[in-house]
């Protein structure tokens, strides 16, 4: 590998030649840009510890000379609806965008790489004939990845929002995310600063709030390159005015644009590899652009001493980066669609809104913001009713704002919290009042707040009431098919299995799908309920659960449909056709599998029997004892597969429109409504999405919720697929979760969120963001049957959510583990110096003039210290660390780095 040709002088191209000539001096490697030396965009690049800890250990000198000129600080502040909340300890450091570039430059100088600027790169064929080895690095727009696609398979995912990337010369102590609402929707700003004269300054917006806005008209114009959208410029400058504190927004060749997720099937084809911004990209509101570039880099380099053969080194390469690439695109997917519907959340109160911002791309959860800033937690736990136990709503039932029952409820989440948030004050980010416009430290939870008091109750632990139900906390045990039954009868083991699961802390659990006829059974193995013999032993079964305690009991019922005659599922959880099964009914004669039987269509006559199957399994569900029905209106089931219209092509009255396809669901859930108690709840389960071209869009899925829950349904239990076999589905933790999301904002009932949620980090922070009121975990309490009560316990949570069996009660304690009765030595002379959580970028020239105790400095735009000492000259430089400010704040500047913490994953 003596010919290395690098196409591209982006930050990606310039740190992998800088490191590949240092590893190996003797290297010929030479770089194309067709840009000048100094020609840039862009504005400030963002990193977190963990990059720069790699960075540091690479190349000393490079680290070294970014060092100097850092922005540093450890603050996210959000503001919204007129108030600023403020989270710490997160770990940022940024720099202007052109000094990387120079940086890297005059590093590649150093070490003798032969940069060519002006210089477009010859084609790619000509250049991997004449080298060992190129590396394309040559941005988003690849030219190198079009001429190599069949082999790169690149995809490229044009999204829904548009943004501009400016800078201002306003300088952010804070990574700063603005929501507003205007009358053409909401618009968003993701800002940090990058030096102590400018902060980068993204607009972004939905496309239909862009339009509305005006904003096509002047994007519109022909602009050459490098020329800005000045018109769009000023009007964001006047609409965003109140941040802007009378700084300008400055432009760099920008204009509207979408951002486009790059995602190539491989990186590399023969001597050619991709690298950064080539090989994939990132939404830019987790700020990994540049970063993820600069980790190509190094570990093309790294990969490339390591290996003995070329072929080698690029797989090694490509293994160790796509799976860390993709976790990054999976996180920032989630954000980015987060953004793209920001106008679901914009009802929140701001505690929970600032909390479902930061964890929006399920990276950052709730332990992981306790732990960077308990107080921001406390008063979000404290917002959403989660006071101490045994205050006004506590854990004890109180759950003032938490309590998220009954319809129409549930985005009234936070409104009660300041009653029960104790010194939280909500203030006007633009009034200039910046004293009372954030939660600060310490002035947030009951009894001091700050995680230094008693814990307040986890979301997940907080009761909640469905219909006239109470439910002792938030997760539930979804419906898991055992398949032991025999002749429609529960079996012992479905007993145990529901026996298991009351003693496991749970606050609602599910049977299994339990069929309504001998023909709506999904395999033969499957339990119904409709024999007075089935009806006894549910009533048997329910009775022997209640005596080990009173958690309420739901059932599942269900017609199977076209996936009734079915083989006990398999490892990839889905049945296939019995080869001497029964016959089948569905919406239209459609087989699961293309080789399967096809089920019959079902007359009219036949659908009226079906509903009054199902009233007659409820009626007997209600005398067997049953707290709260399930009806499964999800997964390809026979009622399912008259909603999707990929499984219905029918067209009398049952075909056709929603309003058609919703007509059996609506059929069903009326027969079954006239039947059981109205106090007890329905819950209804629907797969919101199919996965697969032509399904059930996102507007149905909310048309069919609100349908069902004006005929009744109590709560939605949102999952997703399983309608066809053809699906492809993302599956990745939480995947399902928007659903629930979405469900529940656009119908305001109760929503579970189901699906690869496994963690009670990951319930907790479900909850809390008020994406569903709860949490249903299968496979995992299947692990684990005692999943929530180890939950509790590992919390460190007692209270009334977490009751363990009495006999338990000496288990109820986490056992101490391996080497837990070592004791560990004092080996520190001094004391480590505690890390403040809150860091703010208070560069030399705009010193903090606000009083000490007036918390995080300057979150509230408008802060008028804070700007009639910005660009005040002469002002005296304040110390680093502000030691007679309050605890835990501390200012960041060039020159002063204290607790350099290491913390993974910025902006979120
Ligand atoms: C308008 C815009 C503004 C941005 N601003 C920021 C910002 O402020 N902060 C931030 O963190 N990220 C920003 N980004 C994202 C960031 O630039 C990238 O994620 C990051 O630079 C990726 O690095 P890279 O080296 O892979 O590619 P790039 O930085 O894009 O570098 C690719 C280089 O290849 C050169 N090139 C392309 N084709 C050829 C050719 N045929 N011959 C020779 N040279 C060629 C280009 O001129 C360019 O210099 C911005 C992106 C855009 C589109
Ligand atoms: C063994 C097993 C049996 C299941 N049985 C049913 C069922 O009877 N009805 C149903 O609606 N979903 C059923 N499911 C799906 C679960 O209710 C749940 O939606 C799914 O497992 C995703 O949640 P998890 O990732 O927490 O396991 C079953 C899942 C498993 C693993």
């Known amino acids: 590998m003596q010919r290395v040709a690098v196409i591209g002088a982006g930050p990606g191209g310039l740190y992998f030649a800088a490191l590949a000539k240092k590893l190996a001096p003797h290297r010929e490697i030479t770089v194309w840009e067709r840009d000048a030396r100094d020609d840039a965009f862009g504005f400030g690049v963002v990193f977190s510890d963990e990059t720069l800890d790699g960075i540091a250990q690479a190349d000393p000198p490079v680290f070294a000379a970014l060092s100097a000129e850092f922005a540093r600080w450890s603050d996210i502040d959000v503001r919204y609806a007129g108030q600023v909340r403020t989270c710490g300890g997160h770990g940022f450091a940024a720099l202007d965008r052109n000094r990387l570039r120079a940086v890297l430059q005059q590093r590649c100088a150093e070490l003798g790489v032969d940069v060519r600027y002006r210089t477009p790169a010859p084609p790619v064929a000509r250049l991997a004939a004449d080298h060992d080895l190129v590396v394309a690095a040559d941005g988003v727009r690849s030219a190198t990845r079009a001429a190599l696609a069949e082999a790169f398979r690149p995809e490229l995912d044009e999204r829904h929002c548009r943004y501009i990337w400016l800078a201002t010369d306003k300088v952010f102590e804070a990574f700063t995310f603005i929501v507003e609402q205007y009358d053409f929707g909401a618009l968003q700003v993701h800002a940090y600063p990058y030096s102590d004269r400018r902060s980068t300054f993204i607009v972004e917006m939905a496309e239909e709030a862009w339009r509305k806005a005006g904003f096509e008209e002047p994007a519109g114009r022909d602009l050459g390159r490098g020329q800005s959208d000045l018109p769009s410029v000023r009007r964001c400058e006047q609409l965003l005015a109140p941040h802007l504190d009378g700084h300008r927004l400055i432009p760099n060749a920008s204009r509207w644009i979408r951002f486009t997720t790059v995602r190539n099937a491989s990186w590399h084809h023969r001597n050619v590899v991709l690298l950064g911004d080539a090989a994939h990209t990132a939404h830019f509101s987790i700020g990994s652009g540049t970063k993820l570039a600069l980790e190509d880099a190094l570990a093309l380099a790294a990969a490339l001493q390591e290996s003995p053969s070329l072929e080698g080194a690029l797989a090694a390469y490509e293994a160790e980066r796509r799976p860390v690439v993709e976790s990054a695109q999976r996180a920032a997917q989630a954000s980015l669609e987060w953004f793209e519907t920001v106008g679901r959340h914009t009802g929140q109160g701001v505690e929970q809104f600032a909390f479902n911002l930061l964890t929006r791309s399920r990276r950052v959860t709730y332990g992981n913001l306790r732990a960077r800033d308990a107080a921001f937690v406390d008063a979000v736990d404290a917002a959403y009713g989660g006071a101490v136990e045994g205050e006004p709503g506590g854990g004890s039932g109180g759950c003032a704002g938490g309590e998220a029952a009954g319809r129409g409820s549930t985005s009234g989440d936070a409104t009660s919290g300041d009653a029960a948030c104790g010194g939280t004050t909500s203030g006007d980010a633009t009034s200039g009042d910046a004293t009372a416009a954030r939660t600060g430290p310490g002035g947030t939870a009951p009894d001091g707040g700050g995680g230094g008091g008693r814990a307040a109750v986890p979301p997940m632990f907080r009761p909640l009431r469905l219909g006239r139900l109470g439910l002792r906390n938030r997760i539930v045990v979804p419906p898991l098919a055992t398949f032991t039954a025999v002749d429609g009868l529960p079996s012992g083991f479905d007993r145990a299995q529901l ?410």
């Open 499 to 908: 026996a298991a699961h009351v003693l496991g802390g749970a606050g609602l659990v599910f049977t299994g799908m339990t069929a309504v006829s001998a023909q709506g059974r999904a395999t033969e193995r499957c339990p119904g309920l409709w024999t007075d013999a089935q009806e006894a032993a549910w009533r048997s079964v329910v009775r022997a659960v209640r005596e080990l305690g009173d958690t309420p009991l739901g059932i599942q019922l269900t017609h199977a449909g076209r996936r009734a005659s079915s083989t006990v599922p398999g490892p990839d959880g889905i049945g296939r056709a019995l080869a001497d099964g029964w016959p089948t009914l569905a919406a239209s004669p459609l087989p699961w599998e293309a080789a399967g039987p096809p089920p019959r269509p079902a007359a009219p006559a036949e659908l009226a029997g079906v509903a009054a199957d199902f009233a007659a399994a409820a009626a007997r569900a209600d005398r067997a004892g049953f707290d709260v029905l399930g009806l499964q209106f999800g997964h390809g089931h026979l009622v399912s597969g008259f909603l999707s219209p990929l499984t219905n092509h029918r067209t009398d009255r049952y075909g056709g429109p929603l309003e058609h396809r919703l007509r059996l669901a609506l059929e069903v859930l009326a027969a079954v409504r006239a039947v059981w108690p109205a106090g007890k709840p329905v819950v209804v389960r629907v797969s919101a999405a199919d996965w697969a071209p032509g399904g059930t869009t996102e507007a149905e899925a909310v048309a069919i919720c609100r349908a069902l829950a004006d005929a009744g349904a109590d709560a939605l239990d949102v999952s997703t697929g399983e309608v066809v076999a053809h699906q492809e589905v993302p599956y990745g933790r939480g995947y399902q979760v928007p659903f629930a999301d979405l469900i529940r904002h656009a119908t305001g009932i109760p929503t579970i969120a189901v699906g690869a949620i496994s963690g009670h980090d990951d319930a907790n922070s479900v909850l809390l963001a008020g994406r569903a009121d709860l949490v249903a975990v299968g496979r995992a309490q299947l692990y684990d049957p005692l999943w929530t009560l180890h939950a509790a316990a590992e919390q460190g949570y007692t209270g009334p959510g977490a009751r363990w069996p009495q006999p338990w009660q000496p288990g109820s304690r986490r056992p101490p583990g391996p080497g837990a009765d070592r004791v560990a030595p004092r080996l520190r002379l001094l004391p480590e110096a505690a890390v403040p959580v809150h860091r703010r970028w208070l560069p030399p020239h705009r010193p903090d003039t606000r009083p000490p105790d007036a918390g995080p400095p300057d979150a509230g735009s408008g802060a008028a210290g804070s700007r009639a000492a910005a660009g005040r000259p002469g002002a005296d430089p304040p110390d680093a660390g502000r030691p007679d400010g309050p605890p835990g704040r501390a200012a960041h500047r060039p020159d002063g780095q204290p607790g350099h913490k290491p913390t993974e994953a910025v902006p979120n």
